[in-house]
């Protein structure tokens, strides 16, 4: 279908295509039609993104963006209204990826979507200025692996991250280590931690970790970076960090890294 075609679709068959890619997660608005008006969290995620819209740059002009987890494609799309001269979404289900296309279609906008899993990122080859890596994490298996991937192989400056959270919301500061026998910091609320799901959570079995806020902000130090704004309580805006300097820790990353052939 010609971009023009969908832009000129009415409105009862642009609902006929919508209801045709079965269930949608975000709601968008195509040619006037909202693809998932019902949504348990309202009008998402354009409600979550109103809330720190303001902490990216508002002109990506000349950017290049990689959509982790694109979903439908709100926030590819949102990047390429500020300008973005090249967006990439990948996501693994290709369901998704259908509506993504069909919005892009709809919006008369020139991005990719490709089917891809975050462990897969090393396979694009390139890095890119803003990675947005939003409410992915908790459905890994494996999250700090795909943070590790991500900041090792497509993070050239700035990530947008988004979790789940529970737990509480204060975030200790953590000593740089402590004696084998002080234990009394594992009993506190606010020492980094994550909730592992066995079965399911919120009726699904793909939540796998939620951490709690300080666990999500000391994972994100550990794989490499630098958060620069935290403008609401699930979403970080990061900067990519210089490699650490010659410490112990560092090379325990490193070498744990390399076991993984992250690095
Ligand atoms: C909760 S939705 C979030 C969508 C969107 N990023 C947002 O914030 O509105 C999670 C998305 O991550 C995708 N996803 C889950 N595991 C993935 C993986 N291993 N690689 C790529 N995408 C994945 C799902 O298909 C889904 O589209």
New binding site residues.
Partial sequence: MSVETAAALSATETQRRIDDFGAW??NLNLNGVQTAPNHFLGD??AV?FAGFAHALPEDLTGKSVL??????G??SLEMKRRGAERVLG????ER?LAQARFAAEVRGVDIEFRQ?????VGTLGEKFDLV?????LY??RHPLL?LDLVREHVAKDLMLF?SMQRGSTDAMKVETDYDFWQTEMFSRPDFPMMYFIEHKYAGDP?NWWIPNRACTEAMLRSAGFEIIAHPEDEVFVCRVKDTDADTDVARATKQAKESLQVA
Avoid: E, R, W
Wanted: a negative charge; one cysteine or more; hydrophobic letters at 40%.
């Fill in positions: 997660f975000q998402y995620p979550k959509d982790i987890g694109c979903n439908a709100f926030y990948v996501d693994f289900d998704y891809l899993s975050v462990y897969d947005i890596f939003m409410g992915v459905h890994l795909a988004q793909t």
